[in-house]
């Protein structure tokens, strides 16, 4: 597959790393019955550039650069309160020498403080130029289009971002990924068995999807929702990563069984912590000194620890962590990830 048609920004220099994770390993196999956990790897993801990392810098690399190639001063994008995504918008925006606004949506009630810590200090320290604050449920197209709207009369330019970067064009950063890790598994001589991947606004997942047929790569993706259960999140999946597909011309059908996901480690809300996350956050920052986040990867890897558990895995297959990134929201759940807050089980 050529996406050298595309236009791309870079911000990133390399490849991420492909790691091995032995204690975690260990660690994780002393839980498991009769020991018979995975060898689990990790695609370290959070070592994208931007500030600092994540899986949607993948996406803006290609977003950005057709805000660009359309001649817009000013990205627009939306999300959650402590919104990775939004950070990583603000964090390109000023590379290019562009302005940044968004639109916030509370998704549970009275939790966006304009004075919080993580994400939301770094929306101000990176200077972001306005941000609306939206009830749960608003309809977020509509509200960013009002942005742009008042951009325009201000003789500027707009250019919406979609939340978590998810659409055809953003999908092609996950394409682009997927070849990525071919070529790592070569030169690294590594045999990857299944790969566990995050399932939110899609993105991820089904560029990586896309990216695997595309390229032919015969490894099943296993997604772990961290907002949604299977039967709301896969036609979503299905949905991105035909997108990719036709945008590519790939001439692919996306069969809908190879779109797999999980959805007992988000509840009871998206963004709200549980005793499963704060294990995974815990377990990896101890015993491979990688930080997870509390809203998306720490809940990501609940599932796959909760998976080896119930035997998913065969003894000794191995296992690859997408690592998307998020560390910055830590710091706005302190006493939750060090377990000093009541968790929901």
Known sequence: MD???????????????????????KALRATCPDGAGPNVWVKRDDMLGLTPGGNKTRKLEFLVADALAQGADTLVTCGAPQS??????????????????????????????LDASGNNFLFRLLGVEAITVVPAGSNMLAAMQV???????????????????????GGLGYVACAQELQQQFFDQGVRIHKIVVGSGSSGTHGGMLAGFLGNRINIPLIGIGVSRDPVDQNPLVLKEAQAVCDLLGLNITVPAD????HGNWWRPKYSVPNAAMVEA?????????????PVYTGKIMAGLIGLARQGHFKRDESVLFIHTGGAPSL??????VLGLAEMSH
Request: glycine share 8%.
């Open 331 to 336: 710091h706005a759940y302190e006493a939750e």
């Open 258 to 261: 190879s779109v797999v996901s």
């Open 281 to 293: 956050v815990q377990m990896l920052a101890r015993t491979e000194a990688i930080l997870l986040d």
């Open 147 to 169: 942005v742009v709207d008042d951009l325009a009369k201000l003789g500027r330019k707009g250019y919406i971002v979609p939340g978590g970067g998810s659409n055809a064009i």
């Open 3 to 25: 996406l050298s048609s595309y236009p791309r920004r870079r911000y990133t220099q390399g490849f991420t790393p492909l790691e091995h994770m032995p204690n975690f390993t």
């Open 84 to 113: 990775n995504h939004c950070r990583a918008t603000l964090s390109a925006a000023i590379k290019e020498g562009m302005k940044c606004r968004f639109v916030i949506e509370e998704r549970v009630p009275n939790t966006y403080k």
